[in-house]
């Protein structure tokens, strides 16, 4: 599965974006997704993550209540609905996919085996 992330961009504070992930070479059907993202000298943290029978959520705790994670098999592609953005948010977001994540490992990087190369988010004060 090739994995292209797309949407990022400069924001203010408080401001949207949605990120899209298209998916080639495999279907998303069967597979969990799921968003995780990198700041500058920090580690790949989880955002969000979807099992792959599309029940099934699972969000940081930072991003709850602001963040919506999503997916239309039909066009083969996954969403990050974010809003009301701050600073923090500010970081490159990486998707991913896999076939073999169970519920419990959703939030774990290592449980993904398809990555996107990352889409750039800077939220401005």
């Known amino acids: 599965v090739q994995l292209q992330a797309s949407g990022g961009g400069m924001v203010q504070a408080g401001g949207s974006l949605r990120l899209s992930c298209a998916a080639s070479g495999r279907t998303f059907s069967g597979y969990a997704v799921a968003w995780f993202r990198q700041a500058p000298g920090e580690e790949r943290d989880f955002v969000a993550a979807?099992?792959?029978?599309?029940?099934?959520?699972r969000y940081a705790d930072s991003v709850k209540g602001r963040f919506t994670i999503s997916r239309n098999t039909a066009k083969n592609t996954m969403y990050l609905q974010m809003n009301n953005l701050s600073p923090e948010d500010t970081a490159v977001y990486y998707c991913?996919?896999?076939?073999?994540?169970?519920?419990?490992?959703?939030?774990?990087?290592?449980?993904?085996?398809?990555w996107g190369q990352g889409t750039l988010v800077t939220v401005s004060s």
């Open positions: 979807m099992h792959r029978t599309g029940t099934g959520t």
């Open positions: 991913a996919a896999d076939s073999s994540v169970i519920l419990s490992n959703l939030a774990f990087r290592s449980a993904y085996r398809y």
